[in-house]
């Protein structure tokens, strides 16, 4: 396991854009997954503003987002596909057919999160994923007690996260919230892996999910058996670990 720590939270925002743009360049086909979250939302500012700027080839790049929720319409602004749409896919200028989201309404989900993967795999699989981390140690919507060999399916979301989407998105109470979400086994698989975590409130969480013992209580932990993978910490977010492992 890499740490990185930034020193602050503009460096952390910059410093995650270019291990985007990194891949990018090195691999100009490259797939690519993202996460949403509020700390992702400057990272993709930062990629499409510097892309803005020095335009590099960006016509053979795909990208998807490790987890979409499920019964909301596609269009609708909570979606992770508006997300990721608004905040770098079309920014970048993304062509549709390289933009790969499960669909956010279908009769047989468990089709659609098959049909998901099967598309990432015939694009070769994935090259980095991004992923943020939940306040309870999830990584993409893999809840605390998933086991480490679940593939992308159905999932239900914690009382606190629906809470949060439903205000966040305006959902009404009679619509049943749920997401799709890569199951670890699939997290697993990408070639490198960028755990991104910022903030003070994540301090305690990140100590968990990187020094503590690799649990399926805590879901985020098992990056640490990845042999490709980076832990990017702005310095609030790695209080507790500075000083306490042999990389810092
Ligand atoms: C949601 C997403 C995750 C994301 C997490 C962190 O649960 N499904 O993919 O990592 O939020 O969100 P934030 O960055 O807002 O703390």
Redesign the pocket.
């Given at each position: 396991m890499k740490i990185t720590i930034a020193r602050n939270e503009k460096e952390f925002d910059v410093t995650a854009a270019w291990r985007i743009i990194a891949q990018m360049l090195q691999k100009p086909d490259s797939v690519i997954g993202l996460?949403?979250?509020?700390?992702?939302i400057n990272m993709h500012a930062t990629v499409s503003q510097i892309h803005a700027q020095f335009p590099f080839d960006v016509s053979r790049i795909t990208l998807f987002n490790?987890?979409e929720l499920t019964n909301l319409p596609q269009e609708y602004s909570g979606t992770?596909y508006r997300i990721i749409l608004n905040q770098i896919a079309r920014p970048l200028g993304i062509a549709r057919h390289n933009f790969i989201m499960p669909s956010t309404t279908a009769d047989d989900f468990q089709r659609e999160a098959r049909l998901f993967e099967k598309r990432l795999a015939e694009r070769g699989g994935v090259d980095l994923q991004m992923?943020?981390?939940?306040?309870n140690g999830?990584?993409?919507?893999n809840q605390p007690g998933t086991p480490f060999e679940s593939e992308t399916g159905i999932s239900s979301l914690d009382p606190d996260?629906e809470a949060r989407l439903r205000r966040e998105t305006q959902t009404p109470s009679d619509i049943v919230l749920g997401?799709i979400?890569r199951g670890i086994k699939n997290i697993m698989h990408a070639r490198k892996l960028i755990l991104i975590v910022k903030?003070s409130h994540?301090a305690e969480i990140v100590e968990k999910a990187i020094l503590g013992p690799v649990s399926t209580a805590i879901p985020a932990s098992i990056i640490q058996l990845h042999p490709n993978c980076e832990i990017l910490l702005d310095a609030e977010a790695a209080a507790r670990v500075v000083g306490k492992t042999g990389h810092l």
């Open positions: 996460s949403t979250g509020q700390t992702t490790v987890d992770c992923l943020g981390l939940g306040a999830h990584i993409g919507i996260l997401g979400t903030g994540k």
